[in-house]
């Protein structure tokens, strides 16, 4: 019984113990999380976005080449079978069979065409050859009646006057018949040559249609081009095309065969973030399929025209990333995750978002663990911290939320107030200035209907370039900016206050 109660008490005693840690430890973690440095060092603002895996270069698989010829009487063919994707072939390996059957019947209907044309034109042939047979015949008899004519009228030359006109003139009618005879002769001739010659064009260009098409059929077998990977090819909406899909005259690509040598990530960013990206900047890049790797690039493209992705409202603008290096478990279509470095400054001073706090002004200032409510003057942010240009030193400790006496904290930085507020005003007046300008062009390109600016308008603009030329004071007042830092007024601020 004893022994039990001195177990029993030294169990007890072990979870006391236990607690009390366990109690210090999380107060130690809840204190960590409630409170953050200011940092100092390198400063990067970031776009990150997913993006697809895809060679820079690839060769087409193609479908039939004919089948948007003049000849053809075919719009989409489907696809019948097509190789797994991934699958590796040889020059001339199988890759897809195509769907025959609406060519093969359109084949027979043109052989059928065919029999009739052939069929058309003997019987052409024929009627031909008895119709200049009636007329060579009638030819030949209005020859002999002038042969005639000559010969009574040779024969009447004793005869009176009268009887020899009439025997002239019944020679000359004769004639005349005999000439009128032949010359339709000659034009029944040319105007047969001409028909027979068109019923036998259209004869070849049967044959030809019949010929295109046996070759098209052909070529229903599709066949790799070169040797490589065979990957699948996707449609304007993004569908990759399988068995079961349809190709047209216009885009008869079935597949390609990637080169993996270069390879490059498409990425879409939106409308908000792509002023930031330009072609040049450094990109880290990740893949899902392997994480624990990562991989740089660089970009080389920016659309300058947005497009609206399939179920989205939203705009965005394509960004092609070209890869530094490649890496054999690398694959065509892989999801990748992209980081564009838009600007780095190499030595500033940068805290979490969390901590910045606004005035009903908009003048940020943050809570110190020493008690007091620092005005700050802020510059470029990322999606998760934000430069600050003046108010703290590098290793200050801030509160990361609002604490629960904040009213006790001391106000210092109020000489940094007109710093902001001037910064602020110089941004407003600049912004006014550019879209003053742009109302001024809009104007001065209706021509003959220009509107005037009035003269409030005209001095305001005036006074914001006087502001211009030899307002660097102001931006003076704040002190000179670290070599490649960022100037930032309130933008990226939540706005709050007690």
Not at 7 to 17: C, N, Y
Not at 61 to 79: A, F, K, V, W, Y
Not at 358 to 373: E, F, L, Q, R
Request: aromatic share 4%; net charge negative.
């Amino acid at each position: 019984m004893k022994k039990t109660v001195i177990i029993t008490a030294i169990v007890a005693v072990v979870v006391i113990v236990g607690l009390i840690l366990f109690n210090k430890l999380t107060n130690k973690e809840d204190l960590a999380v409630l409170y953050a440095d200011v940092k100092s060092g390198e400063f990067q603002i970031i776009v990150t976005t997913t993006g697809e895996l895809l060679a820079e270069n690839s060769t087409e698989i193609r479908g039939p080449e004919l089948m948007g010829g003049r000849n053809m009487r075919i719009s989409d063919i489907q696809i019948q079978d097509l190789v797994p994707e991934g699958t590796i072939v040889k020059e001339g390996d199988y890759v897809a069979t195509l769907d025959r059957t609406n060519l093969e019947n359109s084949l027979k209907d043109e052989l059928d065409r065919l029999e009739t044309m052939e069929n058309s034109y003997q019987m052409k042939i024929l009627d031909t050859t008895l119709s200049l047979g009636d007329f060579r015949d009638n030819l030949r008899n209005l020859k002999f009646n002038m042969e005639e004519a000559e010969i009574t009228l040779e024969q009447s030359k004793y005869e009176p006057p009268t009887t020899i006109r009439q025997n002239t003139i019944s020679l000359e009618k004769a004639t005349r018949s005999y000439e009128q005879a032949l010359k339709s002769y000659e034009l029944k001739i040319r105007q047969t040559r001409a028909d027979i010659r068109k019923v036998e064009l259209d004869l070849q260009r049967q044959r030809d249609r019949i010929t295109d098409t046996r070759t098209l059929l052909e070529q229903f077998v599709v066949r790799a081009p070169a040797p490589g990977m065979v990957i699948y090819k996707r449609d304007w909406g993004g569908t990759k095309r399988k068995v079961g899909s349809t190709i047209r005259p216009n885009d008869p690509v079935v597949a390609t065969l990637p080169d993996l040598s270069t390879m490059v990530s498409r990425t879409y960013v939106n409308e908000i973030d792509v002023s930031k990206v330009k072609m040049g900047q450094s990109v880290t890049l990740t893949v899902d399929a392997f994480p624990e790797k990562s991989f740089t690039g660089e970009v080389i493209s920016v659309a300058n025209i947005g497009e609206q992705l399939p179920n989205t409202d939203a705009k965005v603008f394509e960004v092609v990333v070209k890869l530094d290096a490649v890496d054999p478990i690398l694959r065509p279509s892989m999801t990748t995750g992209n980081k564009i470095i838009t600007s780095s400054f190499p030595d500033v001073l940068y805290i979490p978002l969390e901590c910045i706090y606004a005035t009903p002004d908009s003048i940020p200032y943050v809570y110190t663990k020493d008690g007091h409510k620092q005005v700050v003057v802020l510059g470029e942010s990322n999606e998760d911290q934000i430069i600050v240009e003046q108010g703290l030193k590098a290793g200050e400790v801030l509160h990361l939320l609002q604490p629960a006496n904040s009213e006790a904290f001391k106000l210092t930085g109020e000489e940094l107030i007109a710093t902001i507020k001037e910064r602020a005003r110089i941004k407003r007046e600049e912004e006014e200035r550019i879209r003053m300008e742009g109302q001024q062009n809009r104007m001065n390109g209706n021509g003959g209907n220009r509107m005037q600016m009035t003269p409030e308008q005209m001095e305001r603009m005036m006074q914001m370039r006087g502001n211009r030329e030899g307002g660097q004071t102001g931006e003076q007042t704040g002190g000179q900016r670290p070599p490649g830092q960022g100037q930032r007024t309130e933008g990226g601020v939540t706005e709050r206050s007690n």
